[in-house]
């Protein structure tokens, strides 16, 4: 997609601080870190949502992402990481070519997430997963 910045990285046409690529997936590290070391994983093909990401694409940037933050581990106080991908504006998605967080962690890095705990009324919780459960059956079935 030509107006879309991750496509003009991974064409090395906007330079980036590179990590990781194979024919599949590019890695590179975020300009605006939540800790140093955040980097995003990205499919080299353009999709705006991980939705229509294709399988094989997708389990790739999962398997090097979740290597990535074991290697994140290891620089200086992390000892964990976050995977994060927001698909949508009010997830939070800003950049419109999907892409996987990897966030390293530690204790001490004073960073929270804001992370809500709502409380389902009675049935609703079954309703629900009844809902999304026969939804589910026949997308995967197409
Ligand atoms: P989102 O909010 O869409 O999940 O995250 C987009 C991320 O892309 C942000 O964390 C932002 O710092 C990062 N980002 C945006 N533009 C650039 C860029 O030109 N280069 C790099 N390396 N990261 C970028
Ligand atoms: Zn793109």
């Known amino acids: 997609m030509s107006d879309c910045i991750f496509c003009k990285i991974i064409a090395g046409q906007i330079p980036s601080a590179k990590i ?41 940037m999962f398997h090097v992402a979740s290597r990535i933050g074991i290697l994140l581990k290891r620089l200086d106080e992390f000892d964990a990481y976050n995977l994060h991908l927001a698909d949508g504006t009010a997830a939070g998605q800003v950049v419109m070519h999907a892409h996987l967080h990897v966030i390293p962690r530690g204790a001490e890095d004073e960073f929270r997430w804001n992370w809500r705990q709502l409380t389902y009324p009675e049935g609703k919780m079954a309703e629900i997963a009844a809902d999304i459960s026969a939804k589910l059956k026949e997308k995967l079935a197409n």
């Open 20 to 60: 990781y690529e194979d024919e599949l997936v590019y890695a590179f590290l975020d300009i605006s870190p939540i800790n140093f070391g955040h980097t995003l994983v990205i499919p080299k093909e353009h999709h705006q949502s991980a939705a229509t990401i294709p399988e094989a694409t997708a389990g790739r």
